[in-house]
Each structure stands twice: as structure tokens, then as C-alpha cells.
């Protein structure tokens, strides 16, 4: 079965790939031909996601899946959420958002967050959904130099390391997107 996974990030790629075995022809945007920005408006990360996914179907013609990841931090209500990406601004940069994130968490003592991600499927005209939660705590100060995004500050529950002193494999296992794509694997298969 061939299916694009609408992005071009190729740890992605290559992470749903390994899940998904040699059944499955995985394309990002680049192999179908799309070079263009996907459509990102929503205020929730299941509006996000489908809307990516529909709009690779509808423009491209093939059978898609789109993934959304946000970083739900408890005492900040729930921010970054859905703006984890530009939390700090455009352009989009990892170490600012992680600074504004720690700026705006000091004082707090409770410093239990999640992070969630969506996978929306096009296939054959049906849709489906699939979620996975990782969580944890941010702690104080970076630590670790593997993963990107906001894991040098996120440490998940039951481990004394951060995601980014973990290995791929040893984060692949416990995160929000790893559980999300076994899910849609398992669905797919
Ligand atoms: P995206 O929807 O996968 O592009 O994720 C949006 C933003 O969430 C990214 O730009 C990162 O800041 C953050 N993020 C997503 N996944 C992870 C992760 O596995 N670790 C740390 N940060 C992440």
C-alpha cells in the first residue's frame, strides 16, 4: 500500500516507517511533488492535522496521513498547545521558545506538562483519528543534546533523563508520536 505522510521531516519519516514495516510505501510531500506550504490555521491540533491531510488528498490525489504535536503545560493552562512551534515568534526557533517557556514558568512549582500529538488519515474517503500522550515534567535547565523542540526541558514521567538524553529508539517508545503512529500502524496492518 502506498500512502503519503504530509511532511518532509525525514526523523519522521523514518520513524513511521520502521513501524509500519515493508507492507507500506511511505512518500513525504517532496516524492508526490508538493513543494508548497501546508495550511495550518486551527486552534486545536485535530483541526490541524486533518486539515493538512485533506488538503494533500484534494490537491494531490493520493491517500494521506498529516501529524500535530503540541506541548500542554498544566500550570500555564495548557499553553504552548497548538502554537508550540511559534511559541516564541516567527521564525520559528527551538531555543527562543524553550527561553520563553522557562521565563514563563518561574516560580511555578508545579511543573507537570504533556505533550500530545494527532494523526489524521485520508483514506479511500473515510477519516480517522489517532492520539498519543507522553508525560512529564519541565525541569530548569537544559539538559541533553539529542531530539529537538522543547526535549532538553522535558523530562517524562518514571525516567531520570530528559527525551533528549534518550536514544531515537528509547524515545520512539514512550512518546506522543511514537504511541500515535503504533496506533495507526496497528490500524493500518
Ligand atoms: P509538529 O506539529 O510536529 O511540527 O510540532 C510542533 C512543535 O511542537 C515543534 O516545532 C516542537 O517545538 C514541538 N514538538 C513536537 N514534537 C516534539 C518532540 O518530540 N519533542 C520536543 N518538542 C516537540
Redesign the pocket.
Known amino acids: 500500500m502506498k500512502i503519503c505522510f504530509a511532511t518532509n521531516n525525514k526523523k519522521k519519516i523514518e520513524e513511521v516507517k520502521s513501524a509500519l514495516g515493508p507492507d507500506f510505501t511511505i512518500v513525504s510531500l517532496e516524492e508526490i511533488g508538493c513543494h508548497e506550504e501546508l495550511p495550518e490555521t486551527g486552534d486545536t491540533l485535530h483541526h490541524n492535522a486533518f486539515q493538512k491531510a485533506r488538503y494533500v488528498r484534494e490537491h494531490y490525489g493520493v491517500d494521506c496521513f498529516a501529524?500535530?504535536?503540541?506541548?500542554e503545560v498544566e500550570a500555564l493552562d495548557g499553553e504552548p498547545g497548538v502554537y508550540?512551534?511559534r511559541y516564541a515568534g516567527e521564525p520559528?526557533s527551538?531555543s527562543s521558545?524553550i527561553e520563553l517557556l522557562l521565563e514563563n514558568m518561574k516560580g511555578q512549582s508545579n511543573r507537570k506538562a504533556k505533550?500530545k500529538?494527532v494523526i489524521a488519515l485520508v483514506l479511500e474517503g473515510k477519516e480517522y483519528a489517532f492520539e498519543g500522550i507522553a508525560e512529564g515534567e519541565i525541569i530548569h535547565e537544559l539538559i541533553g543534546s539529542g531530539?529537538?523542540?522543547?526535549?532538553p526541558i522535558?523530562r517524562p514521567d518514571d525516567y531520570d533523563k530528559t527525551?533528549a538524553q534518550l536514544s531515537m529508539e528509547e524515545k520512539n517508545e514512550i512518546?506522543?508520536?511514537g504511541k500515535a503512529v503504533k496506533a495507526l500502524a496497528d490500524f493500518l496492518k
Not at 67 to 71: A, E, K, Q, V
Not at 147 to 151: E, T, V
Open positions: 501529524d500535530d504535536t503540541g506541548l508550540s512551534g520559528r527551538d521558545n505533550f500529538t531530539g529537538f523542540g522543547y526535549d522535558f527525551f512518546s506522543h508520536r
